[in-house]
């Protein structure tokens, strides 16, 4: 039978919807795959963002034979001992982190373990603040300032009157990007405001709790006319990291680089350590101290993690 090759742009258990010559195909995973010993390590075999092959049925359905090689995996790890690592999404050119100003307020912890699960996979990422037109200006120049040390792309964004969706235009042209963030800080609306063609259904925050309720009930990948190919998620509200250890996290954040080999004790996990340079580089201002403190935070959750693990 002839073989075809797409992508996957959603899954349903072990169903999924696979794009190939401008059309959608739905397909189920042969169980080959399924009991493959390889993809055991992951809550689903297949992702969105996947390369497969598979063949067309007589009844207009599809079967899929082989997942390509990933170049690389978006996931989160959780706590405890069987949880398997969900695959957020595969085979992407930038992650764009997004957060709102204000309802729901940013969350600089949530942003850092993003950051460096995208430093640690080796995706190149993108902070984009949305809600700009409710910002003031002693939270701008914040946010500024507490990334400044990282030279990560950063841009601000209002969906509401569209501030920096050019710009933000200009990262996603001809890539495959994944929007995560918490929900409710405008994926969907800039998505609708880049393209209004999409029509996508986006949710009112609701006013009780700010957090926003879940309408994008799945992950899902979404291309567009000018050469734009989205992922979005839904509101994604933990992120665990645990297959890090903690004398690596330092290297994935960036402002620590040029300092860490003036560190007297090598590994230096610029904690309790004397002698260390990026404490020093805090203290005299050029690490800016949330952004440290922020590390302090994300070391110790792994700390723990590990003590747990090895006692
Ligand atoms: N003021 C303002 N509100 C926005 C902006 N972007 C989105 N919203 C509102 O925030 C709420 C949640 O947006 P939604 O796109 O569903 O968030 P998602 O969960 O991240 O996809 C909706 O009520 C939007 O109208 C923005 O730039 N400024
Ligand atoms: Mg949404
Ligand atoms: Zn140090």
């Known amino acids: 039978m002839k073989k075809h090759t797409g992508i996957v742009t959603k899954v349903f258990g072990l169903f999924c919807t696979v794009k190939y010559d401008n059309s959608c195909i739905n397909c189920v995973l042969r169980g080959k795959i399924r009991q493959s010993k390889e993809l055991e390590i992951y809550s689903d075999p297949i992702a969105v963002g996947d390369r497969i092959i598979f063949t067309i049925n007589d009844d207009g359905t599809g079967a899929i034979d082989k997942i390509l090689k990933r170049k690389n995996i978006f996931s989160r790890k959780e706590k405890g001992r069987n949880k398997k690592e969900d695959i957020i ?53 914040y946010i500024k300032n507490y990334y400044s040390g990282s030279n990560l792309n950063l841009i601000m964004t209002s969906a509401i009157n569209g501030r920096g969706i050019n710009d933000l235009k200009n990262y996603l042209c001809d890539k495959i990007s994944l929007f995560i963030g918490s929900s409710g800080v405008g994926k969907t609306t800039i998505l609708n405001f880049m393209c209004p063609e ?114």
């Open 198 to 311: 999409l029509g996508l259904r986006t949710s009112e925050v609701s006013k009780s709790t700010n957090k926003g309720r879940h309408t994008t009930a799945n992950v899902e990948m979404i291309s567009t006319e000018d050469n734009i190919t989205i992922i979005d998620t839904p509101g994604v509200r933990e992120f665990g990291l645990m297959d890090i250890e903690p004398h690596m996290l330092g290297y994935y954040f960036n402002e620590f680089n040029a300092f860490y080999n003036k560190c007297g004790f090598n590994p230096c996990t610029h904690d309790h350590e004397p002698d260390c340079e990026v404490k020093r580089q805090v203290d005299n201002g050029s690490i800016f101290k949330d952004r440290y403190i922020s590390y302090i935070n994300i070391l110790n959750s792994l700390k723990e993690y590990y003590e747990k693990k090895y006692k």
């Open 89 to 141: 999404a595969c085979n992407l050119d930038l992650v764009v982190i997004i957060q709102s100003f204000k309802s729901p307020k940013p969350n600089f912890r949530f942003i850092d373990r993003l950051i460096v699960r995208c430093e640690k996979e080796k995706i190149p990422l993108l902070i984009c603040i949305n809600k700009s037109d409710l910002a003031e200006k002693t939270i701008i120049k």
